[in-house]
RNA sequence: GCGCCCAUAGCUCAGCUGGAUAGAGCAACGGACUUCUAAUCCGUAGGUCGGAGGUUCGAGUCCUCCUGGGCGUGCCA
């Protein structure tokens, strides 16, 4: 993998820095000198603020400081000009070998531009969604859905073997209700009486799996069943339908792990062993409780109730164990906000049981909340008024939902408006991405039928390539590698939507430029050479369109049509 | 009460490890389709970045306090 623009630079800047601070003692302030492309035209390609940095270790002025890096930095072959800017920056323009550099990359690159292998050492077990096979999803799951998706695509472009995975919580009351609830709709299909006991789950999509169930079914054939079976039944029913789902939304799940399986192989028994033979439980109160105060909880939490059960602290503490039994570097756990309390007790556990809790990194994403006529609707899949997240796919589509849901910072909680969503998915900005990758697509297959040339080399094409506008697009082109890298450290996905939309931008607004000024016009008749270096840079835009619209599950389509209806 | 998180344009949200005049979408207003797809673009208007201090060459970004909101704080899961 070639060295982006931006190492080289920084390389650049550090040798900069170590002839023009060579007599400092004390070690130099190097990562807080940046490198990075400017916001103004009148601030050159790149600035650096490495002259401010080091006015405090040198006890010289920042501008004179600024001055000699100006100097060192001129001997690079990327740079073409060096400026000293009050109050100390340096402002620097790149030379062609720095563009042609960066078209390079991307053309020899292509799919894997944008990637690294900086975390190939690092395996990851990425857990999410896990919605309870009692229902249909909803909403929320759908966000995390697509964030852990998105996530598990971000980090394999950064190297790191992920493996993603669903547990199944299918030993808990949740499931015995929901076999009572699943039994006595069944009984309702076969013998037309409504249930008199109260339903928990009370959704109509246990009506229909009953109807399913018991259509070659009598009522003797229901008696012959227990709770457990119908329990079991209905776990498969939803669980099918979380699978159908997943893969609407276009989310893959490498593994499924059942509560229930982890049950009966004992896992659960032997952790519960273990905790109890540990010194960091105790018995109080004829229960048994786990020291996770240490860890940072408020208060230590019971493990064992005084009526012998367990609390769902000790599954969940097993599934971990087996977690960290197959071996990962790193376990990451997509929550939602209502789970804060989880990660001090699960970290006790998981320590509790010999292993290391600092491998275990848990995001909390915050919630969703759910508009509709104005105001939030307080959703419960035990009532089952809620959307489902299938509703929601079907009358947004796929791709607008994916990038309705990752373009939000997990940090924020946001309503979806499910009316908007709706009315303007046509309107929704990932179009405007998708749009720019078609515009390159159908400008490049109108050239080909043309008979305009085919892209010439980077290097013989850079001196075409002479506008700011050009510049800017290549400059920004450079710049993808590094947010790749950032949304894989911080494990923030929501960095590529973002860049992604300042790239189109920038292609819409080049593209448009050539309406009212000639020279901007890509498919000139009267100048097709000027076409071969374009489409040099036009296929890099629309190579970086496409993998950044690839870590996020959105395709990048050749063509788009829109629905004349519409109006 | 305690813990974690949030507060940026009328609305929904960006703002990278502190950097030079705070950005986009929607909504409002004015323009650009005989044209390489107008799902686009250009322009105008809209902000004391919740409030008050502090740290320094420099703060939306870091620290403290305050205000307002969310979630958690079950021998529920």
Same mark, same amino acid.
């Given at each position: 993998?070639?060295?982006?623009?931006?190492?080289?630079?920084?390389?650049?800047?550090?040798?900069?820095?170590?002839?023009?601070?060579?007599?400092?003692?004390?070690?130099?302030?190097?990562?807080?000198?940046?490198?990075?492309?400017?916001?103004?035209?009148?601030?050159?390609?790149?600035?650096?603020?490495?002259?401010?940095?080091?006015?405090?270790?040198?006890?010289?002025?920042?501008?004179?400081?600024?001055?000699?890096?100006?100097?060192?930095?001129?001997?690079?072959?990327?740079?073409?000009?060096?400026?000293?800017?009050?109050?100390?920056?340096?402002?620097?323009?790149?030379?062609?070998?720095?563009?042609?550099?960066?078209?390079?990359?991307?053309?020899?690159?292509?799919?894997?531009?944008?990637?690294?292998?900086?975390?190939?050492?690092?395996?990851?077990?990425?857990?999410?969604?896990?919605?309870?096979?009692?229902?249909?999803?909803?909403?929320?799951?759908?966000?995390?859905?697509?964030?852990?998706?998105?996530?598990?695509?971000?980090?394999?472009?950064?190297?790191?073997?992920?493996?993603?995975?669903?547990?199944?919580?299918?030993?808990?009351?949740?499931?015995?209700?929901?076999?009572?609830?699943?039994?006595?709709?069944?009984?309702?299909?076969?013998?037309?009486?409504?249930?008199?006991?109260?339903?928990?789950?009370?959704?109509?999509?246990?009506?229909?799996?009953?109807?399913?169930?018991?259509?070659?079914?009598?009522?003797?054939?229901?008696?012959?069943?227990?709770?457990?079976?119908?329990?079991?039944?209905?776990?498969?029913? $939803?669980? !099918?339908?979380? +699978?159908?789902?997943?893969? &609407?939304?276009?989310?893959?799940?490498? /593994?499924? #792990?059942? *509560?229930? %399986?982890?049950?009966?192989?004992?896992?659960?028994?032997?952790?519960?062993?273990?905790?109890?033979?540990?010194?960091?439980?105790?018995?109080?109160?004829?229960?048994?409780?786990?020291?996770?105060?240490?860890?940072?909880?408020?208060?230590?939490?019971?493990?064992?109730?005084?009526?012998?059960?367990?609390?769902?602290?000790?599954?969940?503490?097993?599934?971990?164990?087996?977690?960290?039994?197959?071996?990962?570097?790193?376990?990451?756990?997509?929550?939602?906000?209502?789970?804060?309390?989880?990660?001090?007790?699960?970290?006790?556990?998981?320590?509790?049981?010999?292993?290391?809790?600092?491998?275990?990194?848990?995001?909390?994403?915050?919630?969703?909340?759910?508009?509709? $006529?104005? !105001?939030?609707? +307080?959703?419960?899949?035990? &009532?089952?008024?809620?959307?489902?997240? /299938?509703? #929601?796919? *079907?009358? %947004?589509?796929?791709?607008?939902?994916?990038?309705?849901?990752?373009?939000?910072?997990?940090?924020?909680?946001?309503?979806?408006?499910?009316?908007?969503?709706?009315?303007?998915?046509?309107?929704?900005?990932?179009?405007?991405?998708?749009?720019?990758?078609?515009?390159?697509?159908?400008?490049?297959?109108?050239?080909?039928?043309?008979?305009?040339?085919?892209?010439?080399?980077?290097?013989?094409?850079?001196?075409?390539?002479?506008?700011?506008?050009?510049?800017?697009?290549?400059?920004?082109?450079?710049?993808?590698?590094?947010?790749?890298?950032?949304?894989?450290?911080?494990?923030?996905?929501?960095?590529?939507?973002?860049?992604?939309?300042?790239?189109?931008?920038?292609? $819409?607004?080049?593209?448009? +430029?050539?309406?009212?000024?000639?020279?901007?016009?890509?498919?000139?008749?009267?100048?097709? *050479?000027?076409?071969?270096?374009?489409?040099?840079?036009?296929?890099?835009?629309?190579?970086?369109?496409?993998?950044?619209?690839?870590?996020?599950?959105?395709?990048?389509?050749?063509?788009?049509?829109?629905?004349?209806?519409?109006?």
């Amino acid at each position: 993998m070639a060295k982006t623009l931006k190492q080289e630079l920084d390389e650049t800047l550090e040798a900069a820095v170590r002839v023009v601070a060579s007599d400092v003692e004390a070690d130099l302030p190097l990562d807080k000198c940046r490198f990075g492309p400017t916001r103004s035209p009148e601030h050159g390609d790149f600035a650096t603020n490495a002259g401010l940095v080091l006015a405090k270790p040198m006890r010289r002025k920042p501008l004179d400081i600024a001055g000699e890096l100006a100097a060192e930095l001129l001997k690079s072959d990327f740079i073409a000009q060096a400026e000293v800017a009050a109050p100390g920056f340096v402002n620097v323009r790149l030379a062609d070998s720095a563009f042609v550099h960066v078209l390079e990359n991307i053309s020899r690159e292509g799919a894997a531009y944008g990637m690294n292998d900086s975390g190939a050492d690092e395996s990851i077990l990425l857990e999410f969604v896990s919605a309870n096979p009692t229902g249909p999803m909803h909403i929320g799951h759908c966000r995390h859905g697509v964030t852990g998706d998105s996530l598990a695509r971000i980090l394999r472009a950064n190297g790191h073997p992920v493996t993603t995975e669903f547990y199944i919580n299918d030993a808990g009351v949740q499931i015995k209700s929901l076999g009572k609830s699943f039994r006595a709709r069944c009984y309702e299909c076969v013998t037309g009486e409504a249930p008199t006991e109260e339903l928990q789950y009370s959704g109509e999509y246990l009506v229909e799996f009953a109807k399913e169930f018991t259509s070659s079914k009598t009522k003797e054939d229901l008696d012959k069943l227990s709770d457990e079976e119908f329990a079991w039944e209905a776990r498969g029913r $939803n669980l !099918e339908m979380i +699978k159908r789902d997943l893969e &609407a939304l276009g989310t893959r799940m490498d /593994s499924w #792990v059942s *509560e229930k %399986a982890l049950l009966d192989d004992g896992l659960v028994a032997k952790s519960l062993d273990r905790l109890r033979n540990s010194d960091e439980t105790f018995e109080e109160d004829g229960a048994l409780w786990l020291k996770t105060e240490a860890f940072g909880d408020d208060k230590n939490r019971v493990i064992v109730k005084t009526d012998g059960e367990l609390t769902y602290l000790v599954p969940d503490i097993a599934y971990h164990l087996n977690k960290y039994e197959r071996g990962f570097g790193t376990y990451i756990n997509l929550f939602g906000a209502d789970h804060s309390g989880y990660p001090a007790r699960l970290r006790a556990g998981i320590a509790t049981l010999g292993h290391d809790p600092e491998k275990l990194k848990i995001i909390l994403m915050r919630l969703v909340f759910l508009m509709k $006529n104005g !105001e939030r609707v +307080k959703f419960s899949k035990r &009532a089952g008024n809620f959307v489902a997240l /299938s509703d #929601v796919v *079907e009358e %947004a589509g796929r791709d607008a939902t994916r990038w309705f849901m990752l373009s939000r910072s997990i940090d924020t909680e946001f309503e979806f408006d499910m009316d908007l969503a709706t009315e303007q998915s046509s309107r929704n900005p990932g179009f405007k991405v998708q749009y720019a990758h078609a515009r390159i697509c159908s400008l490049e297959s109108k050239a080909a039928e043309g008979g305009f040339p085919e892209a010439s080399s980077p290097a013989d094409a850079i001196a075409s390539l002479n506008s700011r506008e050009e510049h800017d697009l290549i400059i920004y082109l450079s710049t993808y590698p590094e947010v790749v890298e950032r949304a894989g450290k911080s494990l923030d996905v929501h960095s590529i939507p973002a860049w992604l939309l300042g790239l189109a931008e920038l292609l $819409n607004s080049y593209y448009t +430029k050539g309406n009212t000024d000639p020279h901007f016009r890509i498919l000139q008749e009267d100048n097709r *050479e000027l076409y071969a270096a374009r489409k040099v840079m036009l296929d890099s835009v629309r190579r970086v369109l496409a993998n950044g619209l690839e870590l996020m599950g959105i395709s990048a389509p050749a063509h788009m049509s829109r629905d004349e209806e519409e109006e």
